[in-house]
């Protein structure tokens, strides 16, 4: 890795060409991995060093994804995965932790943690980069750039594209990275979901908002259900569930308004019953799982441009 720190934190300063840099690498990579399989041999040669992979919040996706990048990039993960049997349970802090892990010198950190930990500030702290992988409600970058990813796929552009976000907007750090990538990549950006959900000062002036779902899908060129984000609501009253389902719940009826050739995305894990039903994987738009399929080649073009100081 070279001196000179490329971490990710955020997409506030990325340029249309790096993003497209990454994008052609990871579609690359893809293409190269398609070829390989169990009996095709060795896909790669060399040990580059190791890289530590800190999720001191739940993670299924994101982790494995990052696991699997570090290991194709050639790097070994070292993982802590919620911090049960660690020190962090005899009140070590989550700063001291990385510090220790920093000292066994990992060539880059990933690290995912609540709102409380000020990731820029230990980022400064650290002598080698930081790429974050969901910061509390601040933003999740590399689930923006995967999902953008799974767009650019199917149209290779996506400027003037409509992306509706269902649901809980407010505490999703995914739409914070999305209203970052969509001012790089011009796509336009709208909300439908309740009113305690869609209404956030910080991105009030920069999207359109839909009342009823019907209007927001026949509107939207992608539509994209977010979970709702129980574990950060003040209080479990804020709306009532079957409402939300009436409403919000993407049903194969409520997606007939949506456009043929629309994408239906979903950042995972899934409520199925609660924002799509189960049978949203038989409707031909869904590309669900192609999200967590493309996380894994976005991540390992992420840390493959971040070894060469690129990112
Ligand atoms: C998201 C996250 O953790 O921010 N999921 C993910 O990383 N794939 C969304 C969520 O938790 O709802």
């Not at 993003?19 to 190269?32: C, P």
């Not at 696991?67 to 020190?87: N, Y």
């Not at 799974?150 to 149209?155: D, P």
């Not at 970052?180 to 869609?198: I, M, Q, R």
């Amino acid at each position: 890795m070279p001196t000179s720190k490329s971490s990710l934190l955020s997409l506030q300063n990325f340029s249309k060409s790096k993003v497209e840099t990454l994008f052609s690498e990871a579609l690359q990579l893809k293409n190269n991995f398609n070829k390989f399989n169990l009996t095709s041999g060795v896909y790669h040669s060399g040990y580059r060093g190791t890289a530590a992979l800190l999720f001191f919040e739940p993670s299924t996706r994101t982790r494995f994804s990052f696991e699997a990048a570090c290991s194709r990039a050639g790097f070994h993960p070292l993982i802590l995965d919620g911090g049960v049997g660690t020190s962090l349970e005899k009140g070590e802090t989550i700063e001291d932790t990385v510090f220790n892990i920093e000292a066994m010198r990992p060539l880059f950190f990933v690290i995912r943690c609540h709102d409380q930990v000020n990731l820029p500030e230990l980022e400064t702290k650290l002598s080698v980069p930081v790429i974050n992988a969901g910061w509390g409600k601040q933003g999740h970058p590399t689930q923006a750039l995967l999902d953008a990813l799974t767009m650019f796929e199917k149209w290779q552009n996506l400027e003037g594209k409509n992306i509706l976000f269902i649901g809980d907007i407010k505490h999703s750090r995914v739409v914070a990275s999305h209203i970052e990538l969509s001012t790089v990549l011009k796509y336009n950006v709208a909300f439908c979901g309740p009113e305690d959900f869609v209404n956030s000062e910080q991105w009030n002036s920069k999207v359109k908002k839909f009342h009823h779902l019907k209007e927001a899908l026949q509107w939207a060129d992608v539509a994209i259900a977010l979970r709702l984000q129980k574990e950060r609501h003040d209080n479990d009253n804020m709306f009532l569930v079957d409402d939300y389902i009436e409403n919000y719940g993407l049903s194969a009826n409520k997606l007939r308004h949506l456009k043929e050739d629309a994408l239906i995305l979903h950042p995972g894990p899934v409520n199925y019953g609660i924002e799509v039903e189960m049978e949203i994987h038989q409707d031909k738009r869904s590309v669900i799982l192609k999200q967590v399929e493309n996380g894994v080649f976005i991540r390992e073009s992420i840390i493959r441009q971040m070894s060469k100081g690129e990112v």
